[in-house]
């Protein structure tokens, strides 16, 4: 059985001790009295020992076809004997010295030879072809697209001659590469075998399964997770495993030599790697990282991608002349998207990720629904920035800014379409006084009238940000993991001085309009309840049945101020009124109670100012999800 190391290192000292040790004594006897070891006691040796020889450190800076460059920082006591001042002596130093190796890694390190030695200095390290302790290529973010390029000059070069989608089957052949499907663990998406394995795969009918002798060079593809936990198609699944072997079958190389048991590498779908890893499991990271991040841009490289999109924008604008930009957009993703055989949400990506930044304003899925595509001047957001936010995160965020919270409890702006609006007709459509949606106007115009926010401070922790930017999504993927943002008071600038005035002069018109009225309503609970009813033309009967309260309380809340008024109870006749929050904070003061900061009083707040035109059910099931025990009163459970 072979031995088994902890490193390279440990290996390199073990297995070639005495060729290092010759190679260090060659370069001292050459170098004679120049040799700098200062010694004042032996001032001729004629005899050299090296003592506590240790291979501190490897670098590797080149492989090319399986030869392996590399070099190796070496520690050893040196011990000389020769003519000193009056007699034979002897001197003990330790000295540092660097080995230049070459050799062969073809299973196992063959044909070694120590091409240099030299007295040891600190080197200028070079990102051109260099490698990590662990073999896996050094690859930044700012190559990655030049990294897919070379990928698909060695082994699909006319996909970077015209656009076209990568035909999975040539791709595997150009490679010499073998694909099955098998029946991996729930949590493995895909394998690349490295090493002679017997493993069960599925027959042709995706139900029989047989048992398989797979050799190096296979890729394992689980058809029931595929990437990402059903987030990611098979196509990305294939180049995923491509990439490893293209550029980390070294690595695998490596640790084979180390360890002969190992023979493939597991994909696992992760939801957040880790900030404290080290070691091999570092190097597993990012190795998946390359794997992620170069499989959307293998599949839509980078010039014939933007040559495509452009020729179908052009297209669509041409056919679609009445449209907005952000339909046309979403039209021109969702082809993109067909021709190159990937996901809608991976074409967004990508588009993103090449320049189009209007693509963000498209497939825009918040909360298990699609809001319209919207459009906005290039350059109003920054790399990290968006207009979007999940319900959960911009109830903390209106809860955290000072200044973001009296914005939305003051109407200034409103909570739709998952953006914070600037509350205005131009921009805000109020449907039945209830239903929210932006204008066309304002779709068209988001930087114009909507709130930027800055991706920071995760509540959700489901994913890593860089997988929603980076991974090649293949499904629809709920911005809430993902879009964990804070408010930027930067908005301001957003507009210019005339709007600015105009949207102010109507907030103001707005709210002196609002202050009247509310000043002329009845001093009590009671009274105003009744004002509202008959304002809103309801009966004891109707208002029931939207509250789940009994007619009959309703009836008493209406005639007796003296009865005590819960505040799940107000709650549920805010909403069964349909109540603007300026009116519901009105009718709960009325009530006696005031808002404390619990998170049961936020979330009541968030519900009356941004969901008034909700139902109980619907405020229910946010209570719900949101981890608040105690519901409001419900049809199901009437308050009698």
């Known amino acids: 059985m072979q031995k088994a190391y902890k490193s390279f290192e440990e290996y390199l000292g073990d297995v070639y001790y005495n060729e290092i040790s010759e190679a260090i004594k060659e370069f001292i006897h050459n170098k004679g009295r120049t040799f700098d070891f ?23 800076y080149g492989i090319e076809h399986r030869q392996i460059f590399f070099n190796a920082t070496i520690n050893a006591d040196v011990v000389l004997k020769g003519m000193g001042k009056q007699d034979y002596d002897a001197d003990m130093k330790s000295k540092w010295f660097i080995l ?51 990928f698909l000059q060695r082994n699909y070069p006319e996909a970077l001659e015209k656009p076209m989608p990568i035909d999975m089957d040539e791709l595997l052949d150009n490679m010499c590469l073998t694909m ?52 990611g198609s098979i196509n990305n699944t294939i180049v995923h495993e491509c990439i490893h072997h293209e550029l980390h079958s070294n690595f695998f190389e490596l640790q084979k030599l180390l360890n002969s048991d190992l023979s493939a590498i597991s994909c696992e779908a992760v939801e957040v790697y880790g900030n404290d890893t080290d070691g091999i499991d570092k190097a597993l990271q990012w190795m998946e990282w390359q794997a992620n ?24 604008r041409n056919q679609n002349p009445l449209l907005r930009n952000g339909e046309i957009m979403q039209l021109a993703i969702e082809e993109l998207a067909n021709f190159f055989n990937v996901s809608k949400l ?8 090449i320049g189009f930044q209007q693509a963000a304003g498209t497939f825009v899925y918040v909360g298990g629904k699609y809001y319209p595509p919207y459009s906005f001047n290039d350059g109003t957001l920054d790399k990290n920035q968006t207009f979007v936010i999940d319900e959960m995160n911009a109830l903390y965020e209106a809860s955290m800014s000072e200044e973001l919270s009296e914005m939305v409890y003051s109407g200034k702006v409103v909570y739709v379409n998952s953006m914070f609006c600037i509350n205005d007709p131009k921009y805000v459509i109020r449907h039945d006084d209830t239903l929210l949606e932006l204008t066309e106007y304002a779709l068209e115009h988001v930087d114009e009238c909507c709130l930027v926010f800055d991706r920071a401070n995760r509540i959700s922790k489901l994913y890593d940000d860089s997988f929603y930017r980076r991974c090649f999504l293949c499904r629809d993927v709920d911005a809430a993991p993902f879009i964990e943002a804070k408010y930027n008071p930067k908005y301001k600038d957003q507009q210019d001085e005339k709007s600015r005035l105009m949207e102010t002069e109507r907030i103001s018109e707005f709210s002196k309009v609002l202050s009247e009225e509310l000043m002329n309503m009845p001093g009590s609970f009671s009274k105003t309840l009744e004002y509202h009813i008959k304002r809103r033309k309801l009966t004891n009967e109707i208002l029931a049945e939207r509250s789940g309260l009994s007619a009959r309380i309703i009836s008493d809340y209406r005639n007796n101020e003296s009865l005590i008024k819960e505040l799940p109870t107000v709650m549920a006749l805010c909403i069964g009124l349909n109540l603007h929050h300026f009116y519901a904070e009105d009718l709960i003061e009325k009530a006696g109670h005031q808002w404390k900061k619990t998170p049961e009083h936020m979330l009541y707040r968030w519900l009356i100012a941004s969901h008034s035109d909700e139902t109980l059910h619907q405020w229910n099931k946010r209570l719900e999800d949101a981890g608040i025990s105690q519901r409001l009163p419900s049809n199901k459970h009437r308050v009698k």
């Open 100 to 150: 230049s190796f070459y050799g062969h890694l073809i299973s196992g390190l063959r044909k070694v030879m120590i091409i240099d030695v030299r007295d040891y200095s600190r080197e200028r390290f070079s990102k051109e072809n260099a490698l990590s302790k662990y073999l896996v290529p050094y690859i930044y973010s700012e190559d990655l697209d030049k990294e897919a390029e070379k």
């Open 346 to 353: 991976a074409a967004k990506l990508r588009a993103i990720d």
């Open 180 to 231: 099955y499907y098998a029946p991996l663990p729930s949590n493995i998406f895909g394998m690349s075998v490295f090493n002679e394995i017997e493993i069960e795969v599925f027959e042709e009918n995706m139900i029989d399964t047989r048992i398989e002798a797979v050799d190096i060079g296979t890729i394992l593809v689980n058809p029931d997770v595929y990437f990402m936990r059903n987030i």
């Open 38 to 60: 200062n010694s004042y006691t032996v001032l001729d040796p004629s005899y050299i020992k090296l003592k506590n020889l240790c291979v501190k450190s490897i670098s590797f």
């Open 293 to 316: 991040v170069l499989a959307p841009r293998i599949m839509m490289p980078l010039n014939t991608t933007t040559q495509k999109l452009n020729e179908i924008l052009d297209c669509l």
